[in-house]
């Protein structure tokens, strides 16, 4: 009997007459491709359960980059997401499927995944859940952003100082020039500690995020983003 392994459905789309193509999430291999024969059929339920943000335990076969899907079976139940948290799923999804090398595991990002999914089902803040998560995407691929010290000169951050942050440097304190990212200390230090944003921090971490982000994307946009600000 194959051995079953938690993951996530990331993306999906049909693939001939009855099967579907999916972009899976595991939390052992990291992103994987994978084929749901017959998932389509009449006869078959797997359509229904191959959905994202519901957990699923599954078996995959073949040699292949493509994976065969032999089983699988619900690992709790879906996550509710509604209104506005259906986009920061998606987004989420989008920014796995654009990030992740397929085949890198990433254990601890999977983990922080589904937290993120359970917080955003049951009511929390959709900023702070999404800043928590990118900054833990970004430790996670190797770019983990230096929050609580100067990049320069190795100082403490000061909450009420205001510093520009330079990507894949770091903030420093504001000179007379430069076209960085404005941001106060309270903001970094509250990202650093994974504290409660206020109103001003939520904006700033956005910006810098965005642009962290978009850094490492390139130049195209992300679909999900898109999505969202044409049905506002």
Known sequence: MQELIPAFVIHRR??????LLLELFLANQGR???????????RSSRALLLQPFSPLALSLGGRGEVKSLTGVEPDGRP????G??????????????????RGDPYPALYVHYQHTLIRLASGESAGQCLREFEISLMRELGYGLLLNRTADTNERIEADRVYEYRLEQGPVRVPG????????????LSLHRCERLDERSELEAKRLMR??????LGDRP????????SLK
Do not use: W
């Open 79 to 82: 996550y509710r997401l509604q």
């Open 84 to 101: 506005e948290t259906i986009y920061c799923g998606i987004y989420l999804n989008e920014l796995l499927m654009r990030l992740l090398q």
């Open 32 to 42: 994987l491709p994978a084929i749901a024969r017959g998932a389509k059929s009449g």
């Open 211 to 216: 642009r962290v982000i978009g850094y490492y």
């Open 222 to 229: 992300l679909k999900s983003r898109e999505l969202f600000q």
């Open 14 to 19: 049909d693939y001939r007459n009855s099967s």
């Open 177 to 188: 020039g430069g076209s960085g990212e404005r941001i106060h200390g309270r903001t970094l």
